[in-house]
């Protein structure tokens, strides 16, 4: 699975929105970019995930860019309880049962008043 | 509601004893997925099954035993030839290539 490069750490303003960067300059055409959250002490949270389309849930919006190397997810109003460790993870799509995802050490985003 | 539930939340071992954690799920996936996070890391994948009576080492297997006799549990086992136990375990399941959910984790400190 291709490797994922994200900035150790982020402040955002509550109310804001948060733009989480990652790059993934050596994805191929077969492999999904996925994004979790991990509260302290709890397990990951899925938030969303996309092919090459730019995607929106209750929970947040993915851009992906056209040469899909990079995307940014975005919270378009943070609050406090969005403060988390925020993996971007790209994985391959599996014909089988199972998908292997690895975890980098993400991106620790802090929500401030 | 559906889920997966990790037990117990605190464990505690003495060296030198096999400890083993539980997982359980009712969201009928088919694969389950065992992870060990240290401290300001991310996680690493120990064993995972894709369906019963099978499962594939995963990047940090050494040390650690599982088994899937039914579907909805994949039990962990953490042996005394692992050198390092004390982390932070998590569980997964998923269906296909669908997104893994998590549990709330394990976790293991040596006494």
């Known amino acids: 699975d291709a490797k994922t490069t994200q900035p150790t750490s982020m402040d955002c303003a509550e109310g804001r929105a948060a733009n989480l960067p990652c790059n993934h300059s050596t994805i191929s055409g077969n492999e999904y970019v996925y994004w979790y959250r991990q509260i302290h002490s709890q397990g990951p949270q899925y938030i969303i995930h996309g092919l090459k389309n730019n995607e929106t849930n209750e929970m947040a919006s993915l851009i992906i860019t056209e040469d899909r190397k990079s995307s940014t997810l975005i919270l378009p109003h943070a609050t406090l309880r969005d403060t988390a460790v925020y993996y971007c993870i790209v994985s391959r799509l599996n014909t089988g049962t199972a998908s292997k995802l690895t975890f980098g050490t993400g991106t620790r985003l802090q929500v401030t008043l | 509601d559906g889920g997966i539930t990790q037990s117990p939340k605190y464990l505690f071992r003495k060296e030198g004893q096999n400890v083993t954690l539980s997982c359980e799920q009712n969201l009928n996936h088919d694969a389950m997925y065992w992870y060990r996070q240290d401290p300001g890391q991310g996680l690493r994948l120990i064993y995972y099954?894709?369906?019963?009576?099978?499962?594939q080492k995963g990047d940090i297997a050494e040390g650690y035993s599982v088994s899937r006799e039914k579907k909805e549990s994949f039990p962990l086992t953490v042996t005394s030839a692992q050198k390092n136990p004390t982390a932070f375990y998590l569980c997964?399941?998923?269906?296909?290539?669908?997104?893994?959910?998590f549990g709330d984790g394990t976790r293991l400190s040596i006494l």
């Open positions: 997964a399941s998923s269906r296909g290539h669908q997104p893994q959910h």
């Open positions: 099954s894709q369906i019963v009576n099978d499962f």
